[in-house]
């Protein structure tokens, strides 16, 4: 009976030290959630995506050229006002990670406000443009990735007619035209 006693009382004291660790990670993991949420606040009000780009909201993008996976041809002067470009590349965990979020957020809107620029640098892209080409028009290209000055993916800009960068943000939520509509 007294061993008894004391394996109950060991497990209880091992349950009560579990608590005590888990209690602690939870406190933790919420001091990490403020300070992550602090840095996307911060990186908005700079108004550029994590690893900064060369635009800055007012820039005017680079000219390009492009044609779509469609064949459509299309240039810095030929986007609609307030367009949502997003750059993604096919070796990027992140782009990947958030491919269905865009996908799903692209769906709801009007096709030929939402581009898609898949960097063809590297990777195999067909994964992304299968996944986008129904809600998004596609570019597999860097030429263009080039001349918004991107420099890290994923990176979600809001453009105006002719190039002009609006917003900038490292998720599509994070942008003005970002919610769900």
């Known amino acids: 009976m007294p061993y008894l006693i004391a394996v109950v009382a060991l497990?209880?004291?091992l349950c009560l030290v579990d608590l005590v660790l888990t209690l602690g990670v939870v406190r933790r993991l919420r001091e990490h959630t403020k300070l992550l949420d602090a840095l996307y606040?911060?990186?908005?009000?700079?108004?550029g995506p994590l690893g900064g780009g060369q635009l800055s909201p007012g820039d005017v993008a680079g000219d390009f050229e492009a044609t779509t996976?469609?064949?459509t041809r299309l240039t810095r002067d030929l986007l609609p006002d307030g367009t949502v470009v997003a750059f993604l590349s096919p070796d990027c965990s992140g782009c990947h990670e958030k491919l269905p979020a865009f996908a799903s957020w692209a769906?709801?809107?009007?096709r030929s406000r939402v581009l898609a620029v898949?960097?063809?640098r590297s990777g195999d892209p067909a994964e992304m443009v299968t996944t986008l080409k129904p809600v998004a028009q596609v570019i597999v290209d860097s030429a263009v990735s080039n001349a918004f000055g991107v420099q890290s993916f994923p990176t979600f800009l809001q453009v105006a007619t002719g190039g002009k960068l609006l917003a900038a943000a490292p998720e599509i939520s994070r942008l003005p035209?970002?919610?769900p509509t």
Do not use: F, P, Y
């Open 11 to 13: 497990v209880g004291a």
């Open 41 to 47: 606040e911060a990186v908005d009000l700079m108004g």
């Open 69 to 71: 996976v469609d064949g």
């Open 107 to 110: 769906a709801g809107q009007d």
């Open 118 to 120: 898949v960097d063809n």
């Open 177 to 179: 035209a970002g919610s």
